[in-house]
């Protein structure tokens, strides 16, 4: 994602800042010597979950997918807005029009959840945010005592966490939000991979209509094969996040999922076929009765 950032706003004077937490040291020293070396500012936050205790985590999550409420605490006191972007992104286009963008006393700026997953899941469409791409007012932000009351929302309503922090954010910042287009936060379903959402242009609005022909950042929002490091990803904008791959310290680093080679194959339906056979030739165990 940082690469393909500044591979489109090379004539910024970007600060970035990186949070993390229980990275590899191996890994974290590639991406310090890598970044440090492309960026022209670049910080390296390291967050702690003792400030989250309390908020519930579930299936596949940890307690580091509430590490966004953390901008308050991680990011200087002398820093007022800031376009915070998911690690499953890639930036397609300069920022500077998002990062000018004004927010009417707003708390932050976001995409509207698509209709389907406000269907799935119970929220109201057009009154909930994706928080993968915001842009956020953090003198706002310092003013809404956010982890307290996040805390207490989360600890309170488990039920209704199913995307864990940006459902704290949206209860936390309900109407205090901008709608912006969906070109800054374009998701899966724009590009077919959502096959219960109609792409019909006659249903489409001029934001998602904008953001299928010229998207600035695409969010690889969703499992398996719709993330572009996995080989049997379909997604058209894939090599947005493959061309800035190849410009990485992890370039070589072979995709997931790989199918196995026609040879591999063969191997493993022949090793099969001599154990199913060889199972038949055991005598089959008697209960003493």
């Not at 670049?42 to 579930?58: Q, Y």
């Not at 707003?106 to 997953?117: C, D, N």
């Amino acid at each position: 994602m940082l690469q393909s950032l500044w591979d489109n706003n090379k004539d910024e004077n970007l600060r970035v800042y990186l949070i993390y937490d229980n990275a590899d040291s191996t890994v974290l020293g590639l991406a310090m010597e890598h970044l440090s070396a492309i960026l022209p500012s670049i910080s390296f936050l390291k967050a702690s979950a003792t400030p989250l205790r309390g908020f519930p985590v579930s299936g596949h999550a940890t307690i580091a997918t509430y590490f966004r409420l953390l901008l308050v605490e991680l990011l200087p006191d002398s820093i007022n807005r800031v376009v915070f972007i998911d690690a499953d992104c890639t930036v397609t286009a300069p920022l500077q029009e998002l990062w000018r963008m004004p927010l009417h006393g707003k708390a932050l700026a976001a995409v509207p959840e698509h209709l389907m997953s406000c269907l799935d899941h119970g929220y109201v469409h057009g009154e909930y945010f994706n928080a993968g791409v915001m842009l956020v007012d953090l003198v706002k932000w310092r003013q809404s005592d956010l982890i307290q009351r996040g805390r207490l929302f989360a600890s309170a309503h488990p039920d209704q966490l199913r995307h864990w922090d940006q459902d704290v954010l949206n209860h936390i910042f309900q109407n205090d939000w901008l709608p912006i287009s969906d070109r800054w936060n374009a998701c899966p379903h724009l590009f077919g991979l959502n096959h219960s959402y109609d792409l019909s242009p006659e249903n489409l609005n001029v934001n998602e209509r904008d953001a299928i022909k010229s998207p600035a950042i695409v969010h690889f929002a969703g499992p398996g094969p719709v993330k572009p490091w996995n080989a049997q990803c379909l997604h058209p904008f894939r090599n947005s996040y493959l061309d800035a791959k190849a410009k990485t310290p992890w370039s070589s680093n072979p995709l997931d999922d790989i199918p196995p080679s026609r040879l591999k194959r063969a191997y493993q339906d022949n090793v099969f076929r001599l154990k199913c056979q060889m199972r038949k030739l055991l005598p089959r165990s008697t209960d003493n009765v």
